[in-house]
């Protein structure tokens, strides 16, 4: 696994023209703020953040999908136990 994203970092900074390091750190960002949002929308959705600062946090577009995608799992549980 160490070799293969070894290669595809490599292969990303030939292409682009930039240092693997610079990879290694777009990399890194990007992670970090899915992992972020991830932590954000849990607590939101688990009650522990309220809805303003779950917004303020990650944005008002995430928040609503997050919601729209929760209601759509809980109408299909909902289908499921009365069909």
Not at 3 to 22: C, K, M, N, T
Not at 27 to 53: F, K, Q, S, T
């Amino acid at each position: 696994m160490a070799a293969e994203i070894s290669d595809r970092v490599r292969e990303i900074a030939e292409a682009r023209g930039l240092p693997e390091s610079e990879v290694f750190e777009q990399a890194l960002e990007r992670g970090l703020e899915d992992l972020w949002e991830d932590l954000v929308l849990a607590r939101y959705l688990d009650g522990d953040l309220d809805r303003e600062e779950a917004i303020e946090l990650v944005g008002r577009t995430k928040i609503e999908r997050a919601e729209r995608e929760r209601e759509v799992v809980e109408d299909d549980v909902d289908w499921g136990l009365n069909a």
